[in-house]
Nanobody, 115 residues
């Protein structure tokens, strides 16, 4: 059974930082590309950052230079370091894993950025 469990969300003031974690089980973690998505109220889910199995990273333009995605294959965990947070970053953040056409999702963690 595949499980992706996000943690680290919360309430933070604009300009602050949060670090999200996503612990994976039931998959061969090192074979999976991992991603962080977010969905704000009334909006579609959007890709925030992605890291391939080989460690290559990509980011949404809105978070470039402020967010960093990383992975620890020994811990089956992917991270999202979020700095200089803005109120428009308020959303539920979801972790995803993908490999060979299979996609898996976590339950999400709420991030609220107050102005």
């Amino acid at each position: 059974q595949v499980q992706l469990v996000e943690s680290g969300g919360g309430l933070v003031q604009a300009g602050g930082s949060l670090r999200l974690s996503c612990a994976a089980s039931g998959i061969i973690f090192s074979n999976n590309a991992m991603g962080w998505y977010r969905q704000a109220p009334g909006k579609q889910r959007e890709l925030v950052a992605r890291i391939t199995s080989g460690g290559s990273t990509s980011y949404a333009d809105s978070v470039k230079g402020r967010f960093t995605i990383s992975r620890d294959n020994a811990k089956n965990t992917v991270y999202l370091q979020m700095n200089s947070l803005k109120p428009e970053g308020t959303a539920v953040y979801y972790c995803s894993a993908s490999s060979g056409g299979d996609d898996y999702w976590g339950q999400g963690t709420q991030v609220t950025v107050s102005s």
